[in-house]
């Protein structure tokens, strides 16, 4: 199997939630990217990049994962593509 890249969109709870600390919390998934960007009305989110081995569950597991970090809302997988 070879290598697949997610981009993933990660919403915060609210505009008083430190998206600094949530982007180190997912710093320890070993991401090959993450970028702060503004959404609407002072909102932001992180979008990140992750280069995984292609497996049965695809990006389930690290959905779950990110979304049991305090201060997140949501997460969305916005794009997979094999390497």
Known sequence: ??????NIKVM?????????????EIEKLSPHAIA?????????????QFIREDKDGGTDELEN???AIPGVESVEVTGVTLL
Do not use: H, N, Q, Y
Request: hydrophobic share 45%; proline share 6%; glycine share 8%.
């Open 1 to 6: 199997m070879g290598e697949v890249l997610s």
């Open 12 to 24: 915060p709870t609210g505009t008083d939630v430190d998206l600094s600390l949530v982007a180190k």
């Open 36 to 48: 702060e960007k503004p959404v609407a009305f002072g909102i932001k989110c992180l979008e990140i």
């Open 65 to 67: 994962t990110i979304k």
